[in-house]
């Protein structure tokens, strides 16, 4: 019996060394760090897609691990545990998530604007959506709160069906909802296909808003702010790179997506990548009032909003970047 | 007191006394971390009274989910044992028929409800979709017991009732049927389990906007802790009380079979 145990004691240190060997052996000069981003968000964040396809984190000494996401919210469920060290979403979720207490802050712009809402023909006017079902992308984005707002601003009442943004255009076509709200391209995708039509750009509901932003972790922020500066760096380049190599980018986006370049093309007129990659704060506390006044963030969290605001945006890593240039 | 209701207090009492141990190592548990992410019971009984009395981020009301949930629930699972019982009696009944058809049946039952949600997407609308999945999911454990207990009803009844010229349809009716209903009843069960795994995967697709499945993917979107394990409790506790009635039916309808005990 003893003889059995110490057999079986053996067998298991074995099997733990060969699962332990099989390993990878990280390179003691790389830095390993855990990058989340959205699927088919390659608009909004041209530059994370940039530094992905480009290799460019990986040119600056880092071992990267890239996940992707379904919609922020996940992402930000993910870096609430503790698996995400850096990642590219809209400024909702990372508002709601700093809102439950994750220490997550925000380095710098992806993008502003960029979503619309498109809807069956027989819709023509804001007043039409009253009583009728918009598919958003989950109840903690950016889109989501900007349907409660033209509900808020019409006075009327809207459904909101939370789906992936790529079943979205399926969904309006089989009637199962009379339109949506998404990140580009889908939008565009969905009027190419004849779906339906757009009735607004968010340019038209909250003009310049804060749409995806690049995080990380306020630990991280604190004690590595060497590996953030890095990662700054790295991003701010492939922001050059993309305001100076459109058509490439352009290209890249056409394969990621699988779309046609006429409907990304058309979509990027909906987004705006502005340079420097500041954030807009008045739009980010907007977005935050406006949160704590659904219900999102619970009022109780928030004393006061400005100083919310500062602990959640972290500018100060980019403005260094941009001043060593 | 007799002895059977002085076991019956017994039980009772442990499992009181389990539940009271488990939420005083959770309550030291959430008091020892002191996360939001680890709520204490104090913060899920009011998330519990919030979604009662309020409703959820959209005012949808607590019992207006679970009413989703349990229509579609019910609608799965009857359409699995509307089918799963009379074609695992028929295959059962010919096995060659079986063995002929293995190679399409075996394979489906190991792909998972969650896989075919792409396909449910494209081909179902709305309710149809859920109760797709659901289906999915509750079939296999029902139509798997039945044939398997069709084979295993014991011969010498069967023998029987041939050597005395019993005609086909009366070994069915009076020998297989009788015989491997207790084992159909524990597919049901079975698959009743599966059916309740299954409403959150098939909640996910989304395009509605209830169901207790949507609830806790709702609040995992704003990473609010309390409501969502206000949502598993609703499902474990919904659960449990039909598995419950469920084996108390079961029990009086077979009670001939808990005459004979080994302990």
Not at chain 2, 224 to 230: A, D, H, K, Q, Y
Request: proline share 5%.
């Amino acid at each position: 019996m003893k003889r059995t145990a110490k057999w079986s004691v053996l067998a298991l240190a074995v099997t733990f060394a060969l699962i332990l060997g099989l390993q990878s052996p990280a390179n003691a000069q790389e830095k390993e760090i855990r990058f989340g981003y959205l699927v088919a968000d390659q608009l909004h964040s041209p530059a994370v897609m940039i530094m992905k396809e480009k290799k460019m984190l990986e040119a600056a000494g880092f071992k990267v691990a890239w996940r992707e996401f379904l919609a922020g919210s996940y992402l930000m469920q993910d870096f609430a545990s503790g698996q995400i060290d850096f990642g590219s979403l809209g400024a909702v979720p990372v508002l709601i998530t700093r809102g439950q207490g994750v220490d997550v802050v925000i380095l710098a712009s992806a993008n502003t604007e960029g979503s619309s809402i498109v809807v069956k023909d027989s819709i023509k006017t804001a007043k039409d959506l009253n009583g009728k079902s918009l598919g958003t992308p989950g109840i903690g984005s950016i889109q989501d709160a900007l349907v409660d707002m033209v509900a808020r601003k019409e006075n009327i009442k809207i459904l909101h069906k939370h789906m992936k943004v790529s079943d979205m255009p399926l969904f309006l076509k089989k009637g199962e909802i009379d339109g949506f709200i998404a990140w580009a391209p889908h939008p565009a995708r969905a009027v190419d296909l004849g779906y339906g039509h757009e009735l607004f750009t968010s340019h038209d509901l909250l003009p310049d808003h804060q749409c995806c932003v690049v995080v990380t972790k306020g630990a991280m922020l604190k004690n590595d702010p060497e590996t953030v500066k890095k990662v700054m760096n790295v991003y701010l380049r492939a922001c050059e790179w993309y305001q100076a190599n459109r058509d490439e980018a352009i290209a890249m986006m056409v394969q990621k997506t699988g779309m046609k370049e006429e409907v990304i093309r058309e979509a990027l007129k909906t987004v705006k990548n502005p340079f420097p990659p500041y954030c807009n704060v008045p739009s980010l506390k907007f977005q935050a009032e406006g949160l704590v006044e659904g219900g999102k963030i619970q009022k109780d969290v928030i004393t006061n909003m400005d100083d919310f605001i500062k602990q959640t945006y972290h500018p100060e890593i980019l403005e260094t970047a941009l001043e060593k240039k | 007191m007799t002895e059977k209701r002085k076991e019956l207090f017994k039980t009772v009492g442990y499992n009181i006394l389990s539940l009271i141990g488990v939420g005083i190592l959770w309550t030291l548990f959430s008091h020892w971390q002191h996360s939001p992410f680890f709520p204490t019971l104090t913060a899920i009984w009011k998330a519990f009274v919030g979604l009662v009395e309020h409703g959820d981020v959209e005012q949808i009301g607590l019992g207006a989910h679970i009413w989703a949930s349990l229509v579609r629930i019910f609608a799965g699972f009857a359409a699995a044992c509307l089918l799963g019982i009379p074609l695992g009696l028929a295959l059962g009944l010919k096995p060659k028929l079986y063995n002929r058809t293995r190679a399409i049946l075996e394979p489906v039952r190991f792909i998972p409800p969650i896989a075919w949600i792409p396909m449910a997407i494209v081909l179902l609308v709305g309710f149809s979709r859920y109760v797709f999945l659901i289906w999915l999911g509750a079939f296999f454990p029902i139509f798997i017991t039945t044939l398997m207990s069709v084979t295993r009803v014991n011969p010498i009844h069967v023998n029987v009732a041939k050597v005395f010229g019993a005609p086909r349809s009366y070994i069915i009716w009076k020998i297989v049927i009788p015989s491997v209903l207790p084992d159909i009843a524990t597919g049901m069960r079975v698959g009743l389990g599966i059916a309740w795994m299954c409403i959150v995967a098939a909640e996910m697709i989304g395009g509605e906007m209830m169901g207790v499945g949507r609830l806790i993917l709702k609040y995992a979107e704003l990473i609010r802790m309390p409501e969502i394990i206000v949502g598993m409790l609703v499902i474990g506790i919904i659960g449990f009380f039909m598995n419950e009635v469920f084996i108390i039916v079961e029990r009086w309808i077979f009670r001939w079979r808990s005459e004979v005990s080994i302990d």
